[in-house]
């Protein structure tokens, strides 16, 4: 289990709600959303169908219509060339408004994997940087503040093996060994070769 996470939301049946929670940034699921409001609309909103259905009513009744179809719309003369228009505009309407929320949704779900994919990047850097701070043998060869000159060996990550070095006797790091034999049983069999 990671240490830290970064602050993601995801739906929680038993509590009907969408909730905060830490994501390490590795191994989600499709209950992951950058905010709470994707979390909302995605899972507890009312379905894609409905609210296309409502906003199209709406659309209708509030008679925002270009001025051609309130031309055809005055033109129709019996109630029922009325009501059908109106059922035909309102379907219409649906339709554009339908394509418009499935258009926002993958613009949506391509700005979330972008975003996913940003951070599934910094954490494998962190790891990566983790990894190197703990594992002396990935530290920098470091002399020390002192001036002494006592001889030591310390893995060169770049050359992928241990080389001899004058340590100043004070300061430095763990990558600092006193035998050759010591320096190579460390980081021989721990140590990542350099690409």
């Not at 499935?102 to 940003?118: L, Q, T």
């Amino acid at each position: 289990m990671m240490k830290w996470g970064f602050s993601s939301y995801g739906y929680d049946k038993a509590k009907g709600k969408c909730v905060q929670f830490a994501y390490g940034g590795c191994k989600g699921n499709k209950n992951n959303f950058l905010s709470i409001e994707n979390c909302q609309q995605e899972c507890m909103g009312e379905g894609i169908l409905d609210r296309v259905s409502s906003l199209s009513k709406k659309y209708v009744e509030k008679k925002e219509l270009t001025k051609e179809v309130k031309a055809a719309f005055d033109k129709a003369k019996t109630k029922e060339e009325k009501k059908q228009l109106k059922e035909a505009i309102q379907k219409n309407v649906a339709e554009a408004i339908k394509k418009t929320i499935v258009e926002e949704k993958i613009k949506r779900i391509v700005k979330d994997a972008a975003v996913k994919n940003k951070v599934e990047k910094a954490v494998e850097k962190l790891k990566e940087l983790k990894e190197k701070k703990s594992n002396p043998c990935m530290m920098p060869i470091v002399q020390g503040k002192c001036r002494a000159l006592i001889k030591r060996y310390a893995f060169d990550a770049k050359k992928g093996k241990c080389v001899k070095f004058s340590y100043g006797g004070c300061g430095g790091n763990e990558n600092n060994f006193e035998t050759m034999a010591e320096c190579k049983k460390r980081c021989k069999a721990n140590t990542p070769m350099p690409i």
